[in-house]
């Protein structure tokens, strides 16, 4: 128990108690409720005017004022606000919330304690703790302010708890000595400039569980601030300390901002359940070299990745509709992109000074080339416009001094900007009709097409053959003539063939024509379809020997249709099979193919008697019983030769007709029997 050692009567200073505690320094409280009490400074409404605590403070989980035990249970916003002298803090368990600005500027500080009671933690509790090296959310904590830990430059290890949902605005903006952090797997949204300017953080893997990341994200870059009189250069007497490459944001008579741009470095996994990716978010990232956008993002906003030196491959999403104004502006080191069919326009400056861009595939939905989309892609020396695009905005394609010709897809050509294809290796740009261009040719700063010749055969564009059948279980199509990729020069002859499978016929292609194997001449991309017709087949059937005995049945059907056909015994003879083996009588069968079903008859002269066969076969009360053949077949037949019972059992069969029947067992003479009801 730590009782107050002074008491104060006005709240003028904003507390009502002070205690020594047990560490040594003096804190001031002030009562929440009868039972609990917060932990404030000396004067909150001028924290840098108040007394100071020093060393390693350990806060008390109790107090006493006036023989009334208090729990302490918060710390006010500024209660330690630029208490500079303070090495360490341990928060007792009894606290659950941390006020903003309650430890900002504590400039000393090299470690602090947060217990798991602690379930929210206010925006600025911990900015500008520059000597702060490491620090761990407990699981406890759920809400974290902006910029809780902002400016804590020596801070180089953060884990953040599994309560924490929302990494807000700015928590770890300006970090710069951060090289490592774990996000738990139930953050959800990375805020705006949560990670900007931590200039040493090597990796960061985003764990599946976040759908959006903010503006300014991960912008890596350091901010070092000047304030001062303009003196001689107007950015005064700065040190760059080392700093290579950078940029200056702005002056103005008091203030002067430096801006290096030092680059975030290592690799970035952005996981597929990201559906936005802000302004700026990984912009300035100079060792970022590779990127690659799940389907699940829509939107990359704009400056998402510019500036990104040593990134030289990007793979966008089939999802993304929208990729922002400057987008990958200067990112000198990327080499190819592929715009997909999702995204229908691409905004202006958007691959600006990307000066290692070689190709681009730009998709078949996008209607709009903002202006100066590519200008200065000086490694750029060819590109395809496609058919969709209606519009070319202003310095599009200017400075680009390898371009040499445009491939222009458009029956009509395009809405030029001025000056849209200024300072290119040629002024060439080849409408494309079929496989002959109109030859055009635009000045430097005109915004109209002129036709310097006609009808120039160009045949340079790869065409695509694409086949397919209106019913794969029927058939299929390929080409049997050219490359295996189906890809082939403009103005070449490849063949094709439709392959029908058993049962079905070819019967013409998409366009009417039954040619097969069909040679073609290729003018454009094209598409053809197989279709095929079903077959039909007969099934015949026959007999044997006309004498012993007839058939019916058989027709002329579809391929897999069914039909009935039967055997007829005459007097004296009786069905044994068909010429397949099969004894069913009558029997039903699946069309695959023409075919003869053929009827085999047996005579029944030289019949023995029952009685002079040493196997018993006789008939009692409609059932034929057969005694002494164990382990032989036995078949019974009608009259006319069908087969009405087979066993490999001795014993009665089941209940018969009257009448006579044929009693076979094994290979012995058939014997009669006759079944009297």
Request: aromatic share 10%.
């Amino acid at each position: 128990m730590i009782a107050a050692c002074m008491a104060i009567g006005s709240t003028a200073n904003a507390y009502e108690f002070s205690v020594v505690v047990p560490s040594g320094q003096t804190l001031f409280f002030n009562r929440i409720s009868s039972s609990t009490v917060e932990v404030t400074s000396e004067n909150t409404n001028y924290p840098y005017y108040t007394t100071h605590p020093t060393g390693d403070l350990v806060i008390p989980s109790t107090v006493t004022f006036y023989d009334v035990e208090f729990n302490v249970t918060s710390i006010s916003h500024n209660a330690f606000d630029g208490c500079s002298g303070l090495t360490s803090v341990t928060i007792p368990t009894s606290v659950t919330w941390i006020g903003w600005e309650a430890f900002a500027f504590c400039s000393g500080l090299t470690s602090v304690t947060i217990p798991n009671s602690v379930t929210s933690i206010s925006d600025n509790a911990f900015s500008y703790c520059s000597s702060l090296t490491a620090v761990t959310i407990p699981n406890s904590v759920t809400s974290m302010g902006d910029e809780t830990f902002s400016h804590c430059t020596a801070l180089n290890s953060v884990t953040i708890g599994s309560g924490v949902t929302s990494i807000g605005s700015g928590v770890f903006y300006g970090c710069s000595g951060l090289t490592s952090i774990i996000i738990s797997n139930n953050i959800t949204s990375i805020g705006s400039s949560a990670f900007k300017g931590c200039g040493s953080l090597g990796s960061v893997t985003i764990p599946n569980s976040v759908i959006s990341i903010g503006s300014n994200a991960f912008f890596g870059v350091r901010h070092i601030e000047y304030y001062g009189s303009a003196t001689g250069s107007p950015w005064g007497a700065i040190s760059m300390n080392g700093v290579t490459e950078g940029d200056f944001a702005y002056s103005d008579a008091t203030k002067h901002n430096l801006i290096a741009y030092l680059g975030t470095g290592g690799a970035v996994t952005i996981p597929n359940n990201v559906n936005t990716i802000g302004s700026y978010a990984f912009s300035y990232c100079n060792s970022l070299v590779s990127v690659n956008i799940p389907d699940s993002v829509t939107e990359i906003g704009s400056y998402a990745f510019a500036y990104c030196s040593a990134l030289t491959s990007v793979t966008l999403g089939s999802s993304v509709t929208s990729i922002g104004v400057m987008a990958f502006r200067n990112c000198s080191s990327l080499i190819s992109i592929t715009i997909p069919n999702s995204v229908t326009s691409i905004y202006n400056y958007v691959f600006d000074s990307c000066i290692s861009l070689t190709t681009v595939t730009i998709g078949d939905s996008v209607t709009r080339i903002g202006n100066n989309a590519f200008l200065d892609c000086s490694g750029l020396t060819s590109v395809i416009i496609p058919n969709s695009v209606t519009t070319i905005g202003e310095y599009a394609f200017s400075g680009c001094r390898s371009l040499d010709t445009v491939y222009m897809m458009p029956s009509i050509p395009p809405i030029l900007g001025n000056y849209a294809f200024a300072n290119n290796a040629s002024g060439r740009v080849f409408m494309l009709n079929g496989c002959s261009y109109n030859y055009y040719y635009t000045t430097s700063s005109s915004n109209r097409w002129y036709t310097y010749r006609d009808c120039l055969r160009h045949p340079l564009i790869d065409i695509s053959v694409n086949l397919s059948s209106s019913d794969t279980i029927r058939g299929a199509a390929d080409v049997v003539l050219g490359p295996s990729d189906r890809i082939v020069r403009c103005d070449s002859t490849s063949v094709i063939q439709a392959i029908a499978n058993h049962g079905y016929h070819f019967t013409q292609w998409n366009d009417g024509v039954t040619d097969n194997p069909r040679t073609i001449a290729l003018t454009q991309d094209t598409s053809f379809t197989a279709f095929f017709g079903i077959n039909t087949y007969t099934v015949s059937v026959q007999s044997s020997d006309t004498v012993r005995g007839s058939v019916t049945g058989g027709a002329t059907t579809e391929y897999l249709d069914t039909t009935t056909i039967s055997a007829t015994a005459n007097y004296g003879f009786y069905f044994t099979q068909w010429n397949d083996g099969n004894t069913d009588n009558p029997r039903t069968v699946q069309v695959t193919d023409d075919v003869t079903y053929t009827a085999y008859f047996e005579s029944t002269q030289g019949i023995e008697d029952i009685d002079a066969a040493e196997i018993k076969i006789y008939a009692t009360e409609g059932r034929i019983v057969v005694e002494g053949a164990e382990g032989m077949e036995m078949s019974v037949f009608d009259q006319i030769g069908r087969e009405v019972m087979k066993s490999t059992q001795n014993g009665d069969s089941s209940l018969l007709p009257a009448g006579v029947y044929l009693v076979k067992v094994g290979a012995l003479p058939a014997k009669k029997v006759v079944v009297v009801r």
